[in-house]
T-cell receptor, first 116, second 114 residues
Framework: NAGVMQNPRHLVRRRGQEARLRCSPM?????VYWYRQLPEEGLKFMVY????????ESGMPKERFSAEFPKEGPSILRIQQVVRGDSAAYFC??????????????FGPGTRLTVL | GENVEQHPSTLSVQEGDSAVIKCTYS??????FPWYKQELGKGPQLIID?????GEKKDQRIAVTLNKTAKHFSLHITETQPEDSAVYFC?????????????FGSGTRLLVRP
């Protein structure tokens, strides 16, 4: 049973380019979360998605960032016109349908984005 | 909203000693508290979790305690080994506006000296 898959593992972009990060959840998981981690810092929530539905995007910058989780295929985090401050590790986590009492999230290996 | 504070930020112990990491949270409605271990260059790994209906949970050398009244929970690692060296994150589960999310502490870098 494969875990959460993310690709690419490393991504280098020049300022102004677009970055696309992909996440395939664990088998049987229908919920996906994206987090950003700056060097030497903790995990900051960005967005929570179910299939074809954004549940909570309160942690995602309003401009340049978007996320989707289509009916078929992986979840995509898209960053347009990247700037140096976007350099970070981006982690995806997946979970079974969340319950009101707990929410086990399993993380992928991350995509390390470097903006030159 | 929920806020999670974690201490210490770094912790160095001798192999075989115990390590304790503490977290406090602000939302009294939070009822699930996982702990993650992150090794260099890898994603966080869930190592233990506790729900609010219990005060303590143990899994071999690691244990977690929860004090709901004081709103704090702790990770205890006994008989530490060099492979325990990593960054550890606590988190609190919160429900807000129909959204379920984990709020993470800032992390503790644990170094176990051989």
């Amino acid at each position: 049973n494969a875990g959460v898959m993310q690709n690419p593992r490393h991504l280098v972009r020049r300022r102004g380019q677009e970055a696309r990060l992909r996440c395939s959840p664990m088998k049987g998981h229908s919920h996906v979360y994206w987090y950003r981690q700056l060097p030497e810092e903790g995990l900051k929530f960005m967005v929570y998605l179910q299939k074809e539905n954004i549940i909570d995007e309160s942690g995602m910058p309003k401009e340049r960032f978007s996320a989707e989780f289509p009916k078929e295929g992986p979840s995509i985090l898209r960053i347009q016109q990247v700037v140096r401050g976007d350099s970070a590790a981006y982690f995806c986590a997946s979970s079974p349908p969340a319950r009101s009492s707990y929410n086990e999230q399993f993380f992928g290996p991350g995509t390390r984005l470097t903006v030159l | 909203g929920e806020n999670v504070e974690q201490h210490p930020s770094t912790l160095s112990v001798q192999e075989g000693d115990s390590a304790v990491i503490k977290c406090t949270y602000s939302d009294s409605a939070s009822n699930y508290f996982p702990w993650y271990k992150q090794e260099l260059g890898k994603g966080p790994q869930l190592i233990i979790d506790i729900r609010s209906n219990v005060g303590e949970k143990k899994d071999q050398r690691i244990a977690v305690t929860l004090n709901k009244t004081a709103k704090h929970f702790s990770l205890h690692i006994t008989e530490t080994q060099p492979e325990d060296s990593a960054v550890y994150f606590c988190a609190a589960f919160t429900v807000m506006d129909s959204s379920y999310k984990l709020i993470f502490g800032s992390g503790t870098r644990l170094l176990v000296r051989p």
